[in-house]
């Protein structure tokens, strides 16, 4: 079975440059979660889809984060206009529907992004 | 609030040395809580999975145990190997598939 897999690995941008980074789930999942891991740090929740709807966005930053995953497969995590402070890793994750849901999470290797 | 905590945050120790890392959690209405580990610049690789029902997960030389009564959940590994060297987190999982996370525990385990 074919994991979660994320690109870019690595992105360098300058502030204010724009980023985007996509993420496609384990085949038939239907959650899927965005999470910015700072170093050093836990991975904290920036939005979190059911299928092609959103169930959590409130630790999005709105005025210049934005995520979509329209058909309820792939995602894209865009930001626009990049700040130092989101200097991170981006970890995108999913976990199985309804009955096979055992409530276990699945990651790709991230995208870490540097803004000089 | 729910929130995770992991100590010690770096821990050092000689090859061959048994360990055990901590995980606490506030809200003990939790589904699950998992253990992952973290090599530099990688993704979330999971170790064990824990549902709520169980007191103990197994997995070569590593255990895992929940005390959701106390909000705790520690992590022991048998024999540490220098490739056990590595960050490790515990996330716990509340309703709505809601997922908080540690900040991790760093091992070293020198040669």
């Known amino acids: 079975e074919a994991g979660v897999a994320q690109s870019p690995r690595y992105k360098i941008i300058e502030k204010r440059q724009s980023v985007a980074f996509w993420c496609n789930p384990i085949?038939?999942?239907?959650?899927l979660y965005w999470y910015q891991q700072i170093l050093g740090q836990g991975p904290k929740l920036l939005i979190q889809?059911?299928?092609?709807?959103?169930?959590?966005d409130s630790q999005l930053p709105k005025d210049r984060f934005s995520a979509e995953r329209l058909k309820g497969v792939d995602s894209t995590l865009k930001i626009q206009p990049a700040k130092l402070e989101d200097s991170a890793v981006y970890l995108c994750?999913?976990?199985?529907?309804?009955?096979?849901?055992?409530?276990?999470?699945?990651f790709g290797e991230g995208s870490r992004l540097t803004v000089l | 609030k729910q929130e995770v905590t992991q100590i010690p945050a770096a821990l050092s120790v000689p090859e061959g040395e048994n360990l055990v890392l901590n995980c606490s959690f506030t809200d003990s209405a939790i589904y699950n809580l998992q253990w992952f580990r973290q090599d530099p610049g990688k993704g979330l690789t999971s170790l064990l999975l824990i549902q709520s029902s169980q007191r103990e997960q197994t997995s070569g030389r590593l255990n895992a145990s929940l005390d959701k009564s106390s909000g705790r959940s520690t992590l022991y590994i048998a024999a540490s190997q220098p490739g056990d060297s590595a960050t490790y987190l515990c996330a716990v999982r509340y309703n709505f598939n809601k997922f908080y996370f540690g900040s991790g525990t760093k091992l070293n385990v020198k040669p």
């Open positions: 085949s038939g999942h239907a959650t």
């Open positions: 889809f059911q299928n092609n709807g959103v169930v959590d």
């Open positions: 994750a999913s976990g199985p529907p309804g009955a096979a849901n055992t409530g276990e999470l699945f």
